[in-house]
């Protein structure tokens, strides 16, 4: 027995786009969107962070940090995610001059 897939509309910082996701998964999409579409917010609301494709991929690493942080990883581990973070946000907030 195959999954149909069809295509769902998510909205994420009020740009649409169109995803294939099996019927079953289409909640759990909708939900994620919504999560992405918060953190994502968050970080624009901070002023720290400009352009779309930034604020999504601070958003993946802060995503990412979470569930790993769940996941009950090592001191060692959650040391140089914290430090990548932070040399990441230092990166991001020299590049776009301030």
Not at 15 to 40: F, G, I, N, Q, W
């Amino acid at each position: 027995m195959s999954k149909q897939s069809t295509t769902a509309e998510v909205k994420i910082l009020d740009k649409e786009y169109l995803v294939a996701c099996p019927d079953e998964e289409r909640d759990a999409l909708t939900r994620a969107a919504r999560h992405l579409d918060s953190k994502m917010r968050e970080i624009r609301a901070s002023g720290k962070v400009f352009g779309t494709e930034r604020i999504a991929v601070m958003a993946a690493l802060n995503i990412t940090h979470e569930l790993l942080e769940r996941d009950t990883m090592s001191d060692a581990t959650s040391s140089v995610l914290k430090a990548m973070d932070s040399k990441l946000n230092n990166a991001l907030g020299d590049s776009s001059g301030q």
